[in-house]
């Protein structure tokens, strides 16, 4: 950041820009539909017009969503929610937030250095650190924040950040931010990832490697023992990304160090977002007490960004608790997740690389198709998004299912049952619509 406002300052001092012609269609720099994507989103918003595809996002919801919601009256099956476990308007989590408001009201009122701390964020922070068995955390008002300038404060342009190809766009956008050289490994590939380590280490002073732990397209998580084993050969910081793990992975929730029985303090960098199994908003980082020191002081999006509601963090502390006591939720959501997968796929369902945690695809191939599909179940009561490229590959186009702990095995056989159904119809469909098969 600091060399692109070194860049700027410097334009503004150059006297060698040509005087601006208003007679050569100027206002193209000011129409905001000539930004780069427009056009392609009323594209895609023509096809859909003309086709008769309704627009599956921003649907508005008419309350609280667990495994049923309610959009325009209608009561729908539901499996588009992060709630893995159910915490969200759990009444010890409502409690607790309502409580923090009484005492602290709804804002921090500015950044934590401002402001000042309150005990519940520290209380939060302590927590976190304990999960991970780390000496100490942070939390940040926004977990795609927390990526971006996380990431774009810890490496600069001597050095090199190496990331899975799967990687949240939040991952992509730090590493651009940091100025680092950066290359991707093939997807849970470590055989690539150690072979292009082989190939440039020598070139950088440091290194990290982000990986999630949980991946949030495909359900499927990377090979934590040997990354360690990776990462310690070639004196590399390792990132794990715990945003659709925590909750999920391990017979207590706690992510991807207990599903892998390895010590947490042998990744360097934990970070997890605080919106999915915790039902709060925000994100967060686990470490040493150097690494949270040093961000406390200089990350943008801690230093900069008003602190965290005093609600949220009493809420999330709170949901943090709960999953600790009651592992009976997490091995209901890991039973769900399991016979969710092996049902798709007795019924002919391609569910892509899926592990059976919390996130099963349904690959269907053309977007769409896709579209359609997820139109024909929302018609039928049934509510899952589709998920299009560019988000995922070309032609790979998928349902992304969310299984949760409230979900009933009536409840995933209905859905399964009902989507192999109209992906059987689909070809006849397309067909109608004059489209290729």
């Known amino acids: 950041m600091l060399s692109r406002v070194t860049s700027m300052r410097k334009a503004e001092r150059s006297e060698t820009i040509e005087p601006f012609a208003l007679d050569l269609g100027a206002s193209r720099f000011t129409d905001f539909t000539t930004l780069p994507g427009y056009e392609e989103l009323r594209l895609q918003r023509s096809i859909g017009d003309r086709f008769g595809l309704e627009n599956p996002y921003f649907r508005m919801h008419d309350a609280r969503i667990t495994a049923r919601t309610h959009v325009d009256g209608r009561e729908l099956l539901n499996f588009s929610s992060y709630d893995y476990l159910g915490l969200n308007g759990h009444p010890d989590v409502v409690t607790a937030a309502k409580d923090a408001i009484d005492r602290y009201g709804i804002s921090a009122s500015a950044s934590r250095h401002v402001a000042g701390e309150r005990p519940v964020h520290r209380s939060l922070e302590r927590a976190l650190a304990a999960h991970y068995g780390w000496d100490d955390a942070l939390v940040f008002v926004s977990g795609y924040a927390t990526n971006v300038s996380v ?66 397209m495909d359900g499927d998580y990377p090979d934590l023992p040997r990354l360690i084993e990776i990462k310690k050969r070639f004196h590399a910081w390792l990132m794990v990304d715990e945003a659709h793990a925590l909750g999920v992975l391990g017979t207590r929730g706690c992510g991807l160090f207990e599903h892998f029985c390895v010590d947490p303090r042998a990744v360097d960098i934990w970070m997890g977002t605080l919106s999915k199994t915790l039902a709060g908003c925000g994100g967060y980082i686990a470490g040493s007490a150097a690494l949270v020191d040093y961000l406390r002081c200089m990350a943008g999006a801690f230093v ?83 998920v299009l490229y560019p988000a995922v590959p070309v032609k790979s186009s998928r349902l992304r299912f969310f299984i949760t702990a409230m979900h009933s095995v009536a409840d995933i056989e209905g859905a399964i049952d009902a989507t192999a159904h109209e992906m059987k119809k689909l070809p006849e469909r397309l067909r109608m619509m004059k489209l290729p098969v």
């Open 151 to 216: 990431i774009g404060q810890l490496v600069g342009p001597k050095d090199l950040v190496i990331s899975d190809s799967a990687v949240h766009n939040s991952a992509v956008v730090g590493s651009v931010l940091s100025g680092a050289a950066r290359r991707t490994f093939a997807h849970n590939d470590l055989d690539n990832l150690e072979q292009l380590l082989l190939e440039i280490r020598g070139k950088f002073e440091r290194v990290l490697i982000v990986v999630e732990g949980l991946y949030s």
């Open 304 to 386: 900069y960004s008003v602190g965290m509601p005093p609600a949220i963090a009493a809420s999330v502390e709170k949901a943090l608790e709960l999953m600790h006591r009651e592992p009976e939720r997490v091995a209901k959501l890991q039973s769900n997740s399991k016979y969710f997968q092996r049902y798709a796929q007795q019924k002919g369902l391609g569910t892509g690389l899926a592990s059976g945690s919390a996130i099963v695809p349904i690959v269907v191939g053309d977007s769409i198709a896709t579209v359609l599909l997820s139109q024909e179940l929302f018609n039928l009561g049934i509510n899952v998004q589709p």
